[in-house]
């Protein structure tokens, strides 16, 4: 059996873990079928009359200090999330093995000053120098905030990578596939990357809920997406103002928030018990 | 140990000096008026921003403003808020002690619990106290700080009334003795401090789980257990020992979650720090108390890391003789 089933059977036979995945599923099915069958989350049918209402038959979740109704703009807000959450992830960890693999590759002046410069990155303040990055843009659209996450996340995927081909470097199997003339981009595809490609799935799938905690506070500070496009963050932050009165309106979002996230650390976590099975 | 620690110091002081240069470079080079930064100033006229650009040298070529920053920031000085007319090290002088409380006692609190939950959970793996645990770990490793502290203050400031909701300081008891005004502000740390370290202690106590568990499968758990040890001699001497040093780097890298934790936190909780000077400096473009901020931060995390790196190879030898 090759690795790679070993693995998928290992996760299948975690329960933990195929609920986070199925959770996982969900949550894409929802947000993508949501608008379908709830309001507009951008309309505001009676400004006067809904004005932050309690849950109803009509308002599953309430309506916000807009009218507007919560349960179809919490759906909508998946979208910003999950679409963050994940895509940044992929990203980072595509630059991150691009920059460990050339550090791991390249002779040793080219890798001292790559990771130095990874220990210097890793030093710096994310959150501050997000703040100022996305404070200074007047409208940000999803996929902006995607790549400034990643640009600012790949730092740690950088060092395990290398790590990993400084000692396959050395492998058996790579110095006979050198020796019998396989170089250049032929052995990283086919002799190094199935190797460093498990801790990277397992890194990325760790991060993705990270990036989207770090994406809803963003949206909170009133940076990142900007209303009126709903995401859970800014959503968070409408209910912040009336939250004595209509908590209803930061509830929804934040427990959508924990439900996501719990939904990709479970699946995280089952990965890397399935790719690493040494202790559980 | 010397020169591991020489060595450290000079990544530290490096890795300072990069935060300082980055974060000059991208404020100052983004578009945008600083001095339209705020309502009352967006009807001032050009002659006046051309006035106020050229009190705080931002007509100059961006090298000349550069150098005259870093000459400054060598004699010790960080110039003048744009904003509020004062002093940033006398803004900073003031904030981050407020910071470094609700830091320092959130990071205290989280390593504690963290570490007793994880060690527990490891000792009694797979267990249901195990499993029940794990679950309430893994539920607050994954709550938005931000949401937590909402949820807090609405249970215990506004339903249970049991603590108070915003500040620092109650203003009826400024004249009380010094005692009174302890306790008051140990009252309003509680929300916010909870807060920053229920998720924080999730986080170490995943790691000092997996680590102790690990520990615990080693040869050295097998000898002192042959040795007829009793369990809790080997949990708490034998295994915790070798599951330690992870998590002391774990908490010197901590220190960037408490500063990104506070900028949301204190503006919650309305606790008049370090967090909420960057908020309001980064939203008014008030360049020099942004890389003052920076720098304080890039010092703070710096300093996490030396501490740690230090620790640690005081806990183990193996780690001095690297390199």
């Known amino acids: ?155 740690q995927t950088s060092r395990i990578v290398r790590a990993a081909v400084l000692s ?83 509830l929804a979002p934040g427990c959508a928030l924990v439900l996501t996230v719990v939904a990709f650390n479970l699946a995280g976590d089952g990965l890397r018990d399935a790719f690493d099975p040494k202790v559980a | 140990m010397l020169g591991f620690a020489a060595r450290r110091l000079a990544f530290a002081v490096a890795s300072v000096a990069a935060v300082v240069v980055i974060t000059f470079l991208l404020v100052h080079a983004a578009p945008g008026e600083p001095m339209l930064g705020t309502a009352d100033r967006t009807f001032a006229s050009p002659d006046v921003i051309a006035r106020q650009r050229a009190l705080f040298g931002l007509d100059r070529p961006l090298p000349v403003q550069f150098i005259r920053y870093a000459g400054n920031l060598v004699r010790g000085e960080l110039g003048t808020s744009f904003v509020l ?34 060690a527990l959970q490891a000792a009694r793996h797979r267990s249901r106290t195990d499993t029940l645990l794990g679950a309430a770990t893994l539920v607050f490793y994954s709550v938005p700080v931000f949401w937590l502290g909402l949820m807090l203050l609405l249970v215990f400031g506004e339903q249970l009334h049991w603590l108070p ?58 000898a002192a257990r042959a040795k007829g040890l009793p369990e809790r001699t080997v949990l708490l001497k034998h295994a915790l020992r070798g599951a330690l040093a992870p998590t002391i780097t774990l908490a010197g890298l901590s220190v960037p979650y408490f500063l990104a934790g506070s900028v949301l936190v204190e503006s919650i909780f309305g606790w008049p720090g370090l967090g909420r000077v960057a908020y309001d400096a980064i939203f008014a473009r008030d360049y020099n108390v942004i890389t003052a901020v920076a720098l304080v931060s890039g010092v703070l995390v710096a300093a996490g890391n030396l501490l740690a790196d230090v620790a640690v190879a005081l806990a183990d030898p193996r780690v001095r003789l690297e390199r």
């Open chain 2, 85 to 118: 007319h004062r002093p940033v090290s006398s803004i900073l002088a003031e904030a981050l002690p407020h910071t470094l409380l609700l830091g320092g006692t959130a990071l205290v609190a989280s390593l504690l619990l963290g570490l007793a939950v994880g």
């Open chain 1, 168 to 250: 396959l470097r050395e492998a058996d199997f790579v110095v006979a596939a050198r020796a019998l003339g396989a170089g250049g981009a032929g052995l990283v595809r086919r002799h190094l990357l199935p190797h460093v490609a498990a801790p990277v799935i397992v890194s990325a799938s760790l991060d993705v809920g990270n990036i989207i905690l770090l994406e809803a506070g963003l949206s909170y500070l009133g940076l990142g997406v900007r209303p009126p496009t709903p995401t859970w963050g800014n959503m968070i932050m409408d209910g912040k103002d009336v939250l004595f009165s209509a908590p209803w309106v930061a």
């Open chain 2, 165 to 222: 909701v915003s500040g620092m300081r109650s203003a009826a008891l400024e004249d009380g003795s010094a005692l009174a005004r302890a306790l008051d502000v140990a009252r309003h740390l509680v929300l916010p401090a909870a807060s920053l370290a229920l998720v924080q202690a999730a986080a170490f106590a995943r790691f000092q789980r997996s680590a102790l568990v690990e520990s615990l499968a080693g040869e050295h758990i097998r």
């Open chain 1, 1 to 155: 059996m090759s690795p790679w089933r070993a693995a998928a059977r290992r996760f299948g036979r975690n329960r933990a873990a195929v609920v986070g995945a199925a959770l996982v599923g969900a949550l894409v099915l929802a947000s993508l079928l949501g608008p379908l069958v709830t309001p507009d989350p951008l309309a505001q049918p009676d400004p006067v009359r809904l004005q932050d209402r309690p849950p109803s038959a009509a308002h599953l979740f309430g309506t916000d200090p807009y009218s507007r109704d919560v349960l179809s703009r919490t759906l909508s807000g998946a979208r910003v999330s999950l679409v963050v959450g994940v895509g940044a992830a992929l990203l980072a960890v595509t630059l991150g093995a691009g920059v460990g693999l050339v550090a791991g590759l390249a002779g040793r002046r080219t890798d001292q000053l790559l990771m130095r410069g990874v220990d210097v990155a890793l030093a710096l303040p994310r959150i501050i120098l997000l703040l100022a990055v996305f404070a200074v843009w007047e409208r940000v659209p999803p996929v902006a905030v995607l790549c400034v996450i990643a640009a600012t996340g790949w730092f």
